[in-house]
């Protein structure tokens, strides 16, 4: 009687490809800021960079098929006053992207389909709120315009990006410089972590923290965490010996990571968390966790010795978690599933340059045709290279196992539903016939009007600075005077197909142009110079 050895699994087999020479972005000054972010965030139709940028911060947007070389001239987002620290894309609609900066702001930004022919300075909507700097930002996966800000003041900011309005506001909750923040699937909690080395599970809409787990990694550098597809809670982060750990939590028996280093959690599809940290030597770990059981983790791996914080990133189909250390040269992947050790390492994909930042692709923007699971975009120090993850198969036809409905771009609530309390799961499509992206929208800002706002029927009293709320100082850009829109709403002008084309070939004939006037100056000046030592001669 035969006994089986090897575990079963579809995605044992998987392996990662970097994308060829022709198909990287070469020459992008990537950001030497000193944060633990990606430094990329990428969609179905842009890739987005923060780069090197004087007198402030600035990031880059790119179309996925503009390859090769980026001119130095090329248009640049900007904006913020100081260094730009993370950017995150809507997941309802893939021309608006948020920033946040060292300069204590928010911008919200709308990116045209047609190249830009000068930097875009002007956002849709500028969220004032914070009083240090913004390090964090995360859209809400089911609900239309809601925006997630934290800050170096230790608070966390929900907003309205419709209106420009708070709407929530948790300052009472964490205690030192908040990490890193994850919603679950249908955004009702989140997971935090903090560096304080405390993992939290924070239901945002009641301002209190449902449960919480101290030193859930030992070392002292930062932990990650995401919530796993059946409820708990996957970490990564550093132990004693300074070895990267990997652990598995139940979040009803909550301590972490022991590390004195920055830890990240992620929600998974099942509701657990993953997180990565420290441990208290400085060696790497992940655990697993289960948000009604903090006490134990459900699974907890040593990784190595490194100082650079791991990055997860969670693909809720597969139920697959990717590790990727800042600084290393490495992605890892796992694979978590309700078998023990719940935490099943499947393979490295190595090369040799390190990565100083990444970018991780949502499903829809996937080719199905080539058994694609996952696309990475790995920053180096002046380029930034694709690397493809693939599930090698024989046949040629959809692979219904690979791919199941996945989370679309409609959002499933609205603003105020969400902050009612309605909770809602995200709107699946199906990949099938691959993914066609929907028409372009234009995110709309209503303003505020402020006769809405009446006074107090009582006695009128001055309002100073501090009891304005942070709702009334966020305030959106106003229109240009000599733009003709209507005066309640912000819509950036989109040209047509046929506009959009024209444009293109106006600025390559311009640039070629351009070109050949600067060959015939310089064909002139060798003339010029000829002529002279002629002349010179002649004499």
Same mark, same amino acid.
């Given at each position: 009687m035969s006994r089986r050895v090897v575990r079963q699994s579809k995605f044992r087999h998987v392996f990662g490809q970097a994308a060829k020479a022709d198909q990287t972005y070469e020459d992008i000054r990537v950001s030497k800021v000193t944060w633990d972010s990606s430094f990329c965030a990428v969609n179905p139709k842009f890739l987005a960079i923060i780069v090197e940028a004087g007198g402030g911060g600035a990031f880059i947007v790119l179309p996925l098929a503009k390859t090769g070389r980026v001119d130095k001239n090329y248009p640049l987002v900007t904006g913020h006053t100081a260094p730009v620290l993370d950017?995150?894309?809507?997941?309802?609609?893939?021309n608006v992207i948020a920033s946040a900066s060292d300069d204590t702001t928010i911008m919200v930004w709308q990116i045209p389909d047609y190249t830009p022919v000068r930097n875009i300075t002007e956002p849709i909507i500028t969220l004032e709120g914070h009083s240090k700097r913004v390090g964090v930002l995360s859209w809400h996966p089911t609900a239309r315009n809601v925006l997630l800000s934290a800050g170096g003041d230790n608070v966390i900011i929900i907003?309205?990006?419709?209106?420009?309005?708070?709407?929530?506001?948790?300052?009472?909750?964490?205690?030192d410089i908040i990490h890193s923040v994850c919603w679950n699937s249908n955004g009702s909690l989140l997971a935090t972590t903090c560096k304080d080395k405390t993992l939290?599970?924070?239901?945002?809409?009641?301002?209190?923290?449902?449960?919480?787990?101290?030193?859930?990694?030992?070392?002292?550098?930062p932990l990650r965490a995401v919530f796993t597809a059946d409820g708990k809670l996957l970490s990564t982060g550093f132990s004693r010996m300074s070895e990267r750990q990997l652990a598995l939590w139940d979040p009803e028996r909550f301590a972490a990571h022991e590390g004195m280093r920055p830890m990240r959690a992620v929600f998974t599809r099942q509701g657990h968390i993953f997180t990565t940290g420290f441990t208290r030597m400085s060696q790497r770990e992940l655990g697993l966790w289960d948000p009604n059981n903090f006490e134990e983790p459900v699974a907890l791996q040593e990784m190595d010795t490194s100082n650079g914080v791991l990055l997860p990133f969670y693909d809720p189909d597969s139920s697959i978690v990717y590790l990727c250390g800042k600084g290393d040269s490495s992605i890892r992947y796992f694979e978590i599933t309700d078998e023990p050790p719940f935490v099943h390492y499947l393979n490295t994909f190595s090369s040799k340059e390190p990565q100083r930042g990444m970018g991780f692709m949502p499903k829809r923007g996937l080719d199905v045709s080539k058994c694609?699971?996952?696309?990475?975009?790995?920053?180096?120090?002046?380029?930034?290279?694709?690397?493809?993850?693939?599930?090698?198969?024989?046949?040629?036809?959809?692979?219904d196992?690979?791919?199941?409905?996945?989370?679309? =771009?409609?959002?499933?609530?609205?603003?105020?539903?969400?902050?009612?309390?309605? &909770? /809602?799961? #995200?709107?699946?499509?199906?990949? *099938?016939?691959?993914?066609?992206? =929907?028409?372009?929208?234009?995110?709309?800002?209503?303003?505020?009007?402020?006769? &809405? /706002?009446? #006074?107090?029927?009582?006695?009128? *009293?001055?309002?100073?600075?501090?009891?304005?709320?942070?709702?009334?100082?966020s305030r959106p850009v106003p229109p240009r005077p000599d733009t003709p829109l209507p005066s309640t709403l912000i819509q950036p002008l989109v040209p047509s197909p046929q506009q959009q084309h024209t444009l293109e070939t106006l600025l390559e004939e311009i640039k070629t142009l351009r070109e050949r006037v600067q060959a015939q100056e310089q064909r002139i000046t060798a003339l010029e110079n000829m002529l002279c030592e002629l002349v010179d001669g002649t004499d």
């Open positions: 950017i995150d894309w809507c997941p309802h609609n893939d907003w309205n990006v419709g209106t420009g309005e708070v709407l929530l506001s948790l300052d009472d909750l964490h205690p939290r599970i924070i239901d945002p809409r009641k301002s209190q923290v449902v449960a919480e787990r101290a030193r859930p990694h030992e070392g002292a550098r694609e699971i996952a696309r990475f975009y790995k920053l180096h120090e002046r380029k930034c290279e694709p690397i493809i993850m693939t599930v090698p198969r024989k046949s040629d036809l959809f692979q196992d690979l791919y199941p409905d996945t989370p679309g =771009p409609e959002a499933a609530l609205e603003a105020d539903e969400w902050l009612s309390g309605q &909770d /809602a799961e #995200p709107v699946l499509i199906s990949l *099938r016939d691959g993914y066609v992206p =929907p028409k372009h929208r234009e995110l709309r800002v209503t303003k505020r009007n402020i006769l &809405d /706002a009446r #006074p107090p029927s009582g006695p009128r *009293r001055s309002q100073s600075a501090s009891d304005t709320p942070l709702s009334v100082r």
